[in-house]
Structure formats: structure tokens, C-alpha cells
């Protein structure tokens, strides 16, 4: 089993920053990628950062150089920080691991989601 736990999420002004936390736990062999997606009111999810394991990350176009995604190989820990956030980044933040289990193949395993709301 792999449970997710994400924190972080608010509210905040336009402008302002946030730094999402995901923590993974459970009998997991290696992590591969780790990523967050978000999903606002009446849109599809979409991926918004992903990191491998060596460190490539890749970004939605939409948050380049106001995102940057990182992780704690130790912590099993992937964190995504958030700064000059705007109103279309409100979302529903969702944490996304790509790992493979003792004794099972590889999976995606995802968190429970975080509310990131930006309004003045």
C-alpha cells in the first residue's frame, strides 16, 4: 500500500506564493517520477509539474518560471512552489507518484488533493 499525504494548500492573494508538500509512505521499492496535477471547477485535470528521479522536470507552459518543483529522495517528499499565483491557478492540487511496490510492477499512485484558492 502507498498513502499520500498533501499539504500547503490556502488561500492567498493574487501575487502571492505557496508551497505544496507531498509526503509518500509505504512499502514502496523506488519512486520514478513524482508530479502534481490540479484540476479547477469545471475543467479537466491537468498536469501542472513533473520531476524524475534524476532531477528533469518539466513544466505546463502556463506556470514556467513562477513554479518549481523539487523532491527529497530521502523523505520520498515532492514539493511544489508557488509563487506570483494568479487567479487560473485555482485548483484543486493533486500529488502523483509513478512507483513501483515490494513484490508488485509499477503504478500511479495519487493523493487526496489540496485546495489552492487565489482571490483578492
Known amino acids: 500500500q502507498v498513502q499520500l499525504v498533501e499539504s500547503g494548500g490556502g488561500l492567498v492573494q493574487p501575487g502571492g506564493s505557496l508551497r505544496l508538500s507531498c509526503a509518500a509512505s509505504?512499502?514502496?521499492?523506488?519512486?520514478?517520477?513524482m508530479g502534481w496535477h490540479r484540476q479547477a471547477p469545471g475543467k479537466q485535470r491537468e498536469l501542472v509539474a513533473t520531476?524524475?528521479?534524476?532531477?528533469?522536470?518539466n513544466y505546463v507552459d502556463s506556470v514556467k518560471d513562477r513554479f518549481t518543483i523539487s523532491r527529497d529522495n530521502a523523505k520520498k517528499t515532492v514539493y511544489l512552489q508557488m509563487n506570483s499565483l494568479k487567479l487560473e491557478d485555482t485548483a484543486v492540487y493533486y500529488c502523483?507518484?509513478?512507483?513501483?511496490?515490494?513484490?508488485?510492477?509499477?503504478?500511479?499512485?495519487w493523493g487526496q488533493g489540496t485546495q489552492v484558492t487565489v482571490s483578492s
Open positions: 502523483n507518484i509513478y512507483a513501483r511496490v515490494l513484490g508488485m510492477g509499477a503504478s500511479d499512485y
Open positions: 509505504g512499502t514502496i521499492f523506488s519512486i520514478y517520477t
Open positions: 520531476i524524475t528521479s534524476g532531477g528533469i522536470t
